[in-house]
């Protein structure tokens, strides 16, 4: 199974874009590449996914370079509000026999006034 | 709304107890998980279902038993057996169509030793 690799925390503060970094250097022909956000005593919130180049939704842009070997999560104007674990998931994690997810220890984002 | 609903928010066990855990959707998804999340660290799987009256289990499914009899429910016990059942504890859900399907969770439940 591909593993992920995302820094343990960063700092920002308010109205700053946010780029976090998530490396899969075994990424599968076949995965797709999630990105979720958990706050404390919540459960994780699907945020963004894609397979290649570059996606956008009201939340986020997911960059997703040719070799498909790294990804970068791209929080626009950040707020307060936005403090939380960010986990970086590739597809094999939905694939075969299980479906689960394989998630890593997150991105501690800590958003400053 | 359609959504993950686990219940209680908190739960209290005794030595030597078995608890249940409550997990409903009203998503209508085939695939049912629990997971295990301890402070700081990412989840695990410890038992899943991909359809009703069939389960399967996880990386840590020692000391936990399931049950899928209804495609809304998959109910988690925890038995005395499971010698560390302090944590957090998250459902979630998903359709079986594609690989790319994303996980929807509850708010989860969290386990504590009185």
């Known amino acids: ?21 998530c490396s899969h250097n075994n990424i599968a022909t076949n995965d797709y590449i999630t990105w979720y956000q958990q706050f404390p005593s919540q459960g994780p919130r699907f945020i963004i996914q894609g397979y290649k180049t570059k996606v956008t939704n009201e ?55 | 709304d359609g959504g993950i609903t686990q219940s209680p928010k908190y739960l209290f066990r005794k030595e030597g107890q078995n608890v249940t855990l409550s997990c409903e959707q009203n998503l209508n998804h085939d695939a049912m998980y629990w997971y295990r999340q301890d402070p700081g660290q990412g989840l695990r799987l ?20 399931v049950s899928r009899e209804k495609k809304e429910s998959f109910p988690l016990t925890v038995t005395s057996a499971q010698k ?27 386990l504590s030793i009185l």
Request: proline share 5%; net charge positive; hydrophobic share 30%.
């Open chain 2, 84 to 110: 560390n059942p302090t944590a957090f504890y998250l459902c979630a859900s998903r359709t079986r169509g594609g690989n790319n399907q994303p996980q929807h969770f509850g708010d989860g439940t969290r």
């Open chain 2, 46 to 65: 410890i038992y899943y279902s991909q359809i009703v009256n069939d389960f399967q289990k996880g990386d840590i499914a020692e000391g936990y038993s």
């Open chain 1, 1 to 21: 199974l591909a593993k992920t690799t995302q820094p343990i925390s960063m700092d920002s503060y308010e109205g700053q874009e946010v780029n976090i970094t």
């Open chain 1, 59 to 113: 939340v986020a842009s997911l960059f997703i370079p040719a070799d498909r070997k790294s990804s970068t999560l791209s929080l626009p104007r950040v707020s307060l509000s936005d403090t939380a674990v960010y986990y970086c998931l590739v597809g094999a994690n939905y694939g075969g026999s299980q479906g689960n997810l394989i998630f890593g220890k997150g991105t501690k984002l800590s958003v400053k006034p």
